[in-house]
């Protein structure tokens, strides 16, 4: 799957639970929060290549620190796992091009 298709599919799932917010349906809310959580991982896996492709990553990283202001997680999918995979993509990137 491309990674475009990953963030359009995150950013239709954010969406809906910042609309959500004022539901009160536990299960509802844990599949997003799961699904939200599934794409930014799939993201933070995609080695990106081109700078489209780490703009991708990097709103990724902004919708989940949206999500979690503090950065308190930090495994895959999380604000710090995902700047840390666009960092980690650069450097790949500038050694490919030296």
């Known amino acids: 799957m491309r990674i475009e298709s990953l963030l359009s599919e995150l950013e239709i799932v954010h969406a809906t639970r ?3 917010t004022h539901i009160d349906d536990e299960q509802i809310d844990q ?3 799961e699904r939200h959580w ?3 991982e799939k993201i933070d ?3 990106a290549s081109t ?3 780490l ?3 990097a709103r990724a990283a902004q919708i989940e620190l ?3 202001p503090d950065a308190e ?3 895959p999918g999380s604000y710090v796992g995902l700047t840390r995979s666009i960092l980690n993509d650069i450097l790949r990137i500038d050694r490919g091009a030296a």
């Open 18 to 20: 910042v609309a959500q």
């Open 31 to 33: 599949q997003l929060y």
């Open 38 to 40: 599934a794409l930014r």
């Open 45 to 47: 896996a995609f080695p």
């Open 51 to 53: 700078i489209s492709e």
């Open 55 to 57: 703009a991708a990553k």
């Open 66 to 68: 949206e999500r979690d």
């Open 73 to 75: 997680c930090c495994g």
